[in-house]
């Protein structure tokens, strides 16, 4: 993923800025900056918290550039690396100029949303709320459906509510996308290029290689592996016109490194065959990826382990 170094000259009346992108699991944050940047920046799963990085996405239009940090789903943590991945999120929420807060569009408001509503009542940040998967919702319901999280915004009784603007959009789709980016960018202070034209992303390299990795393992197994799993590239060697990856997928019990790397190698082979391919797009060019499965019993709950793989909560 490489870019150009220089910042252009912003014309008069350009807005450069912060968004976080806030919200419960599974409501399609990743799938959504993906779509508004226009590549693959951040990994997308039906596995709920997916998300386990601060991923900073950039996108340039000729009058703003928007600095999108996809966020770790907020939800109730049930281990030291959920309480880290809660804090993260929260702590985006004070480091930026505007607020995305993302919901399934094609349910009611629900409880989860009420909790996160509350946490940014609390600021005064500009916040925009975008009702996610427009494209599901049946044309009868939508008025109904947009009403329930305008009631949430209402609050109490004899209050006026929140002047937070609704979006339908289709993180899928694209639809809604572009009058979503516009609101979000008049939002934003006025100032100049933060980052080149052509980026889309600051992530480190080695994390885009481990979430790649991930990403594959979230999609090839089911039940209680997903969650137990991380990522660690070792080394990354230029060899000629090949990148040589090594990477160790971290699982917490025997029985789950057995099914990841299945009969006689063949789960572990499709994991790392999915990684490659994507990886390949990265390199511009061939890689040869090896992978190792290590097991570290309750990783997600020692900090010293959660810090060695990166997860500082910061």
Known sequence: MEISQALPVSPDGFRSGFVALIGR???GK???L???VGEKVAITSPVAQTTR???RAILTTPSAQLVLLDTPGIHKPHHLLGE???QSARGAIGEVDVVLLLVDGSQPAGRGDAYIVELLRQGNL???LALNKHDLVEPGRAMELADSYRELLAGGEGESGLPWPLHPVSALTGE???ELVRSLAADL??????????AVSDQPEQLLLAELIREQVLHHTREEVPHSVAVRVERIVEDGPRTAVLATVVVERSSQKAILIGKGGSMLREIGKGARLQMQKVFDGPVYLELFVKVVPHWRRSASRLAELGYTGD
């Open 53 to 55: 990085n601060r991923l």
């Open 176 to 178: 809604g996308t572009a």
């Open 126 to 128: 500009p916040v925009h």
């Open 189 to 198: 202070p006025a100032g100049p290029h933060l980052y080149p034209a052509d």
């Open 84 to 86: 880290r991945l809660v």
């Open 30 to 32: 990743s799938t959504l």
């Open 25 to 27: 699991p599974n409501v």
């Open 34 to 36: 993906n779509q508004l």
